[in-house]
């Protein structure tokens, strides 16, 4: 089975802090995604990565960055968080480039900040 | 841009009744794909049941099943024998190339 983690399940951070997200996934899967899940507007794309180092800004890339250093880690990065980040972040990965595969989901970290 | 739009912020049902939650999407592409996903209370999003658009036949997966209607665009989800653990937050998702477009949402409360 893939197996998508979460570093962290909860964090709570104050305004203008550096936070960091953390992603793996043990199934040496191409494409990894950052959501973010807010109710009634369901799940974003911040960004997602199709290989090592590269990245594509999604729908809602603004306030945020990411990192791929290795195929099996992705990092989302809220550079000086705000409290209109709070929120619920979702990672995902899926098997290949190029073709609609099925994402498979981390548990998500529930982020508040105040 | 593409969108999916869920009509039905909550819904709920009696146990072992059947219900069906709707999802209508826009878009111009020919092929492309359609996702129901699930996220229990707590837990993590796992995948329910997936449509290929160029596929007539709808998709089924034991209890679950879809009502596909391309020319609608129209993606609907029945669960039959609705289960207490049933209850939770269905996705409906939109597939072209790497990225899915997802819906709002609807909530599923089973009432025992």
């Known amino acids: 089975d893939v197996k998508v983690t979460q570093s962290s399940r909860y964090l709570v951070k104050r305004t203008g802090e550096k936070v960091f997200l953390e992603c793996v996934q043990d199934?040496?899967?191409?494409?990894m995604f950052w959501y973010r899940q807010d109710p009634g507007l369901g799940l974003r794309l911040i960004y997602f990565s199709y290989d090592v180092k590269m990245k594509e800004k999604g729908d809602i890339p603004e306030g945020y960055s990411v990192s791929r250093e290795k195929k099996e880690r992705f990092s989302l990065i809220l550079e000086s968080a705000s409290t209109n980040q709070t929120s619920m972040y979702l990672c995902a990965s899926s098997l290949k480039r190029g073709a609609t595969y099925e994402q498979y989901f981390g548990p998500g970290t529930r982020l508040t900040v105040t | 841009a593409q969108t999916v739009t869920q009509s039905q912020p909550e819904m709920s049902v009696q146990e072992a009744e059947t219900v069906t939650l709707s999802c209508t999407y826009d878009t111009s592409e020919n092929n492309y794909y359609l996702f129901w996903y699930k996220q229990p209370p707590s837990r993590q999003m796992i995948l329910v049941i997936r449509?290929?658009?160029?596929?007539?036949q709808n998709a089924t997966e034991n209890r679950f099943s879809v009502n596909f209607q391309k020319a609608a665009k129209s993606f609907s989800l029945k669960i039959s024998d609705s289960q207490l653990g049933d209850t939770a937050m269905y996705f409906c998702a939109w597939g072209y190339g790497n990225k899915l477009v997802f819906g709002a949402g609807t909530i599923l409360r089973v009432k025992s």
């Open positions: 449509q290929e658009a160029y596929k007539q």
């Open positions: 199934m040496d899967h191409e494409n």
